[in-house]
Each structure stands twice: as C-alpha cells, then as structure tokens.
C-alpha cells in the first residue's frame, strides 16, 4: 500500500528565510502527489501537486515542489516565507493506476511551520 | 474558498448519540470524499462516491455510513458516538474520478463528550 512520510513535525524558520519540507513516498506504479495547507481552524487548500513530465511544480503562494524519483521524495520549497505562512503542510499520494478506483488520497502526518519574526 | 460547503461547523452530543454531517460539493463535481483528521490517527480517509454511488472505501468503522444523494450532496452519518469519535471531519469533492483534484470544505468540527 501507499504511504508518505514527512519526517519532520515541526519546522521553525525566520521570515525571509528560505524554507524545505521534505515529503518521502513509498513505491507505487503511478505517484500522483500533492502539498496541501491547513491552517488554524481552516480546512485543506491545494498548494501544488505533480502528475507527470517536469519534475519541478509551481504552486500557489510562490511555492514549489520537486519530485524526484530515484529518491522517492517531493519537498516542498519556498525562497522566502512570510508571517502568513505558518500553517501545518501535508503532503499527500494518490497510488492511482496500479488499484483502479482508488483515489483516496493518503496522506502524512503534516509538518507544523512556525514562522518568527 | 473552495466551494464545497459543510454543516455544521460545530458540533457537539454525548456518547451513544447518533449525528449527521452534511457535505454540498463545488458546483458539477460528482465525487465526494470523507476524511477523518484526528490527533492519533492524522487524516484518514473514510469513504468515497461517485455519481450517487459508493466507489471505495477506507478505515471507516460500521457504525458510521454514508450517502450521496441525487442533487450530489453527501452525508455522513455517525451512530453510537464514543469519545473517540471527536475529530475533524472533512468533505473533499472532484470533478470525477482518478487523477481529479480534490478540494476540500472547511471541516465539522464534532466534540463528544
């Protein structure tokens, strides 16, 4: 079965810091992955997500993820966060292809980012 | 906003109650997905249908079901309430089915105590 890792629970960056949250996923036929945020008290936006061809994703909120495959990773990236980036960051897989009609999304146990002034 | 709604966005009963969340996804999307995000278990996916129809299922426990209706909108119903059930519950809808993004409501919060 699918599973991610996100092997850090809490991140701590200074505003105008660059910032990585790393995402690793086990092997699966097809990977779809994806970053979403949550923060306090909201539910989960889309953030960016990977299906196929360039490795390197634009998302919202100038961020950026690369999958790399012989690493089975998808980190997440941002040159310079801002105050209004803490949140918690899940990074998510859809196995889809290798179990046709299964599109749940799996996901990892969230980073918490903490942003200080 | 992502344009799927659910209500209510607190609740809270007593062990054993029964309580029923409901979910509208975004407008022409046909899927709709339930997820449980608690502190133990993180978010879990509990069961998903497509066009009114269930599609596939995750860790969901016999006491809850669910139901998509013929305007698309789904609820999820929880019986027998224990304490463990307190979690945020999440409605996600897409589009259709397999690489479709999905888009998630802003949760019910459920508490019971």
């Known amino acids: 079965a699918q599973s991610v890792t996100q092997p850090d629970i809490h991140i701590t960056v200074s505003e105008g810091a660059s910032l990585e949250l790393r995402c690793n996923y086990s092997y699966g036929a097809t990977p779809y992955l994806f970053w979403y945020v949550q923060s306090p008290g909201q539910g989960l936006q889309l953030l960016l997500k990977?299906?196929?061809?360039?490795?390197l994703v634009q998302g919202i909120k100038g961020f950026e993820a690369e999958f790399k495959r012989s690493q089975s990773s998808f980190n997440l990236r941002k040159p310079s966060v801002h105050w209004s980036d803490a949140a918690e960051y899940f990074c998510?897989?859809?196995?889809?292809?290798?179990?046709?009609?299964?599109?749940?999304?799996?996901f990892g146990t969230g980073t918490r980012l903490t942003i200080i002034p | 906003d992502s344009g799927v709604t659910q209500t209510p966005k607190h609740l809270i009963t007593a062990t054993g109650q029964r309580v029923t969340l409901r979910c509208s996804p975004r407008s022409g999307d046909l899927s709709v997905y339930w997820y449980q995000q608690s502190l133990d278990q993180g978010l879990q996916f509990l069961i998903q249908y497509y066009n009114g129809e269930e599609r596939a299922k995750g860790n969901i426990l016999e006491r809850f079901s669910a139901q998509q209706f013929p305007d698309l909108h789904s609820e999820l119903n929880l019986s027998s309430l224990e304490l463990g059930d307190s979690a945020l519950y999440f409605c996600?809808?897409?589009?259709?089915?397999?690489?479709?993004?999905?888009?998630f409501g802003p949760g019910t919060r459920l508490t019971v105590l």
């Open positions: 998510a897989v859809v196995n889809w292809g290798s179990n046709f009609g299964n599109e749940k999304l799996t």
């Open positions: 990977y299906f196929s061809g360039d490795t």
């Open positions: 996600a809808s897409s589009v259709g089915v397999g690489t479709d993004t999905q888009y």
